[in-house]
């Protein structure tokens, strides 16, 4: 047998390669394709880009033609530089220079020397082009905005770079790529997949038919339309009433987890990016330091959470048993935990319990209770790994895995995280008291404020958030649809509600009630500081308003980040209660609300720590008018969040 067996293989893998030699030689001819190469010019047909819709149909982003003029530098004879040049618009130098690019691409394959030109130069490109040679012209499709918001849910187009070119071999040199926002994350969705001609050419390089007759040709497929989980005309209103103003907005419907708005400021008119000037333009936003308006303060601005972040402090002591709804403690203006430390609360009835704690918004009943949380374990490492893995279950502290392509984690502490500070240890419950009212070293960002809401609204569930709703011929990707439960109990839940219903009634909501509307939300008031001068200054609080409506089978949750905006109420609670009713009714009745909200100019303040007196301009500031219109130039530098007393937490 082992006689047989050697040669038995020997003849078998020879039968094998003469096999598969026989077919790469006789039959399939695709290598001889690539050997021809030099005789056959390839043609590219790129299909239009998938359009977006919003929620409900609205189309809100659609294509227009452009037109990319393509070198092949090796193919360049008798050219009239200077009159191509004028033609083009471009310089002799700049001529010299692209071209030499192009040759250290391919000196055989296309590269593009003047990208999107518009339907009137081209035609007058296209009257000359045949005494041009080693020059064509590549059609493509730009994008077509039909509004003028929601630039960071977009993204934009760009052309592919170098590393890009070098990762993914569907792309060439001037190809168009999706950046940023919904046109990076669905990029193989929208932009379709290109045909390709080959044509044959002769001796003298003339073109003289298909090759093969189309053998190896193939038809370009347009891209899939895609609706967005966004309301259209929340997202406008929204962006509306943050003008002049800085922070983030984001509203999610709690069933589905589908992101109904999401509001970054200052933003810009997605339209300045494209065509010709979209590098100018998105130069001067990219290096605009003081309003950053390609900061998504969304998804990347971390703050400290404040009097929001209670809630979850009251759902942890119900869930580990250190209080109950009838757990009192007695607020005198605040209480003393320790030699020399005093946390402040501001005025009302001194015995509080979990309903009046967290309508009244009381520092001293949840420090109470998550002093008791900590003090619950022998080991307050222990104790803070169980409180941090609660908050986990509600997505913090984590990347959230939502469908755009930027974000931030927030920050929730560890026993690793204290033993880190204190090498030495002999940290406890007293050192870390100012995590129970969203201070200390917790950070959350508006996305991940949002989803706590629409988790509470849900009784202790949530969808990963997402901004995609429905794809043209393809299901969504099931992680969206997938429910992710939390640590508490859902009996722990309706108390806690109930609480957030009667701030609207009886607490620091009061004024922001819609008639008609059950809004069940918690206002906020972070203290921040920053440096000026060398000098540590206080600023204006950071206004903050989390909210979720109707209180009985909940529609929309948000979050609402006005920095410097002040007292909870102030700025981001309007804000919240107007965003609810347009979304639920569709039209405003609290006017009075509305009307100061868009008469709010924060331009002052900010003004502060650009270092100008208000309303000043800055030497970053666009010409175009565009710019000008949605770019606050005043908006200073985002501030890295600091760790502050406890004195303001309503």
Avoid at 287 to 294: G, R, V
Avoid at 503 to 516: A, E, H, I, P
Avoid at 598 to 605: A, E, G, H, V
Wanted: with cysteine; charged share 25%; hydrophobic share 35%.
């Amino acid at each position: 047998m082992r006689k047989v067996l050697l040669p038995a293989l020997i003849i078998l893998a020879a039968v094998v390669l003469l096999t598969r030699i026989f077919f790469l030689q006789v039959i399939d001819d695709s290598f001889k394709l690539k050997s021809e190469n030099n005789a056959i010019k390839i043609k590219y047909d790129y299909p239009e880009r998938g359009y977006m819709y919003d929620r409900f149909g609205k189309l809100l982003v659609a294509n227009q033609p452009s037109y990319d003029i393509m070198v092949v530098p090796r193919e360049i004879k008798n050219l009239d530089t200077l009159e191509f040049c004028q033609l083009l618009n471009v310089t002799k130098e700049d001529f010299i220079k692209k071209v030499a690019k192009a040759k250290i691409y391919s000196p055989r394959l296309p590269s593009v020397f003047v990208s999107q030109l518009n339907k009137s130069e081209f035609a007058a490109f296209q009257e000359k082009i045949r005494k041009f040679e080693g020059f064509y012209v590549q059609k493509r499709s730009l994008r077509d905005y039909e509004v003028d918001y929601g630039a960071n849910i977009f993204g934009s187009i760009t052309q592919v770079n170098e590393s890009q070119l070098k990762k993914n071999p569907y792309y060439n040199s001037g190809d168009l790529i999706g950046r940023q926002g919904v046109e990076e994350s669905y990029e193989e969705v929208l932009r379709g997949v290109k045909g390709v001609k080959y044509i044959q050419k002769d001796k003298y390089n003339r073109e003289i038919g298909s090759y093969k007759e189309g053998k190896y040709d193939t038809i370009a497929v347009q891209g899939e339309d895609i609706n967005l989980s966004i309301d259209a005309e929340l997202q406008r209103y929204g962006e509306q009433l943050m003008i002049n103003k800085r922070g983030g907005i984001v509203a999610i419907e709690p069933k589905t987890g589908e992101i109904l708005a999401l509001v970054t400021a200052p933003s810009y008119d997605p339209g300045i990016l494209v065509g010709r000037q979209r590098s100018k333009n998105y130069t001067l936003l990219y290096h605009d330091s003081i309003a950053k308006p390609l900061y998504d303060r969304g998804l990347l601005a971390e703050y400290p959470p404040g009097s929001p972040f209670k809630i979850l402090t009251g759902l942890i002591g119900l869930q580990e048993g250190v209080i109950d709804e009838k757990t009192t403690f007695v607020c005198h203006h605040g209480f003393s935990y320790g030699r020399g430390r005093f946390m402040k609360c501001h005025s009302h009835p001194a015995s509080q319990q979990l309903n009046n704690g967290i309508y009244n918004s009381c520092n001293t009943y949840f420090a109470q209770t998550y002093m008791l949380t900590i003090n619950k374990y022998k080991n307050p490492g222990k104790a803070v790994d169980v409180w941090s893995n609660h908050l986990k279950s509600f997505g913090l502290g984590t990347f959230m895995g939502y469908d755009l392509p930027t974000g931030k984690r927030g920050n929730i502490p560890t026993s690793k995280t204290y033993d880190k500070i204190y090498p030495s240890g002999g940290w406890r419950s007293t050192t870390i008291v100012s995590n129970s009212i969203g201070q200390g070293e917790v950070l959350m960002t508006p996305i991940q404020l949002a989803n706590m809401m629409a988790t509470i609204a849900n009784q202790g569930h949530y969808y990963t958030p997402h901004i995609i709703k429905k794809i043209e011929g393809e299901k969504i990707d099931k992680k969206y649809t997938t429910r992710h439960e939390t640590s508490i109990d859902k009996k722990y839940f309706p108390p806690v509600i109930q609480g957030l219903y009667d701030v609207f009634n009886f607490g620091t909501g009061r004024s922001l009630k819609v008639s008609g509307i059950e809004i069940c939300g918690k206002t906020g008031t972070a203290e921040n500081f920053a440096k000026i001068n060398g000098k540590r200054t206080q600023l204006e609080d950071h206004s903050i308003f989390v909210a979720f409506a109707p209180k009985d089978n909940p529609k929309i949750a948000i979050a609402v980040m006005v920095e410097n905006g002040g007292y909870g109420a102030a700025i981001a609670g309007p804000i919240a209660s107007l965003m609810i009713e347009q979304y639920l009714r569709k039209r405003i009745t609290r006017t009075d609300l509305e009307t100061r909200i868009l008469n709010s100019n924060l331009k002052p303040r900010y003004a502060i720590l650009g270092g100008m007196e208000a309303g000043s301009a800055v030497e970053s500031t666009p010409k175009d008018p565009r710019l000008q219109a949605k770019i606050i130039a005043t908006t200073p530098p985002v501030q890295k969040p600091v760790k502050v007393d406890t004195t303001k937490q309503n």
